[in-house]
């Protein structure tokens, strides 16, 4: 008998996109019935069904008469994406529009120790030697910056978003972008946030946040230009 507690198509569909992470995108691996996928999931037969019907016209699944349902684009599609794309301006743009009120609502929210926490992190950039070392204590400063606004969904999507950074091609361009010239600006920058969090002032911090954001976005967009110009001589 079907209960509210497993006829949950928004569930099914955060299942399945979990599922499909872990599957090969190539259009040729083939997902379980329904029949198992609800069973494998606790979810109603109907509600993967309605799941699966998101997801292909996603282009996240396609599906054959008599054969199943497969994961990825189908084979031979036009202008299919690549399966797990990183774009590092999409994250930028959605940077922009989130860490700014992460910053607010930190300048507001944040506790003693968490200012301790951000003033130690931006410090510890300070002695970083490398680019990979760089990536590690920024992102944890960044997401310290987001734990202490104090609300669980602006993490979630923090960490998602932070989630890019694990991409080769993201890395590579940011390594590019964060010279030792341009790193110097962003720990004026960081420490610009810091003391507008240390003072309360969300104002402040939503600019210093902004600033920050907007001057990573333009060397990350004069990277890209950059390699979009053809080789020469």
């Not at 099914?12 to 691996?29: D, F, H, K, S, V």
């Not at 684009?73 to 590092?88: E, K, S």
């Not at 110097?184 to 810091?194: D, E, G, L």
């Amino acid at each position: 008998m079907m209960t509210p507690a497993n006829d949950n198509s928004s569930l099914a569909l955060e299942r399945l996109r979990t599922l499909l992470a872990e599957m090969p995108q190539n259009g040729e691996a083939r997902l379980p019935t329904e029949r198992a996928l609800a069973e494998t999931l606790g979810i109603s037969r109907r509600s993967v069904r309605r799941a699966i019907e998101v997801l292909e016209a996603e282009g996240q699944v396609w599906r054959r008469q008599g054969s199943g349902t497969y994961a990825g684009p189908r084979p031979g599609a036009l202008d299919a994406p690549p399966p797990q794309a990183i774009n590092p301006i999409e994250v930028m743009e959605v940077r922009l529009r989130i860490e700014p009120q992460i910053a607010q609502l930190a300048a507001l929210r944040a506790r003693p120790e968490a200012i301790e926490r951000i003033s130690a992190l931006v410090d510890r950039l300070d002695t970083t030697g490398d680019g990979d070392e760089r990536e590690l204590w920024d992102s944890a400063l960044h997401r310290e910056i987001a734990r202490a606004c104090d609300n669980r969904m602006f993490l979630m999507i923090f960490d998602a978003i932070d989630r890019a950074r694990h991409d080769d091609q993201w890395r590579a361009l940011r390594a590019r972008a964060r010279s030792t010239a341009n790193f110097a600006i962003y720990q004026r920058q960081h420490r610009a946030i810091r003391d507008a969090l240390a003072g309360r002032d969300p104002v402040a911090a939503g600019e210093a946040m902004r600033a920050h954001i907007l001057t990573l976005n333009d060397n990350l967009h004069r990277q890209t230009s950059l390699e979009a110009l053809p080789n020469v001589g």
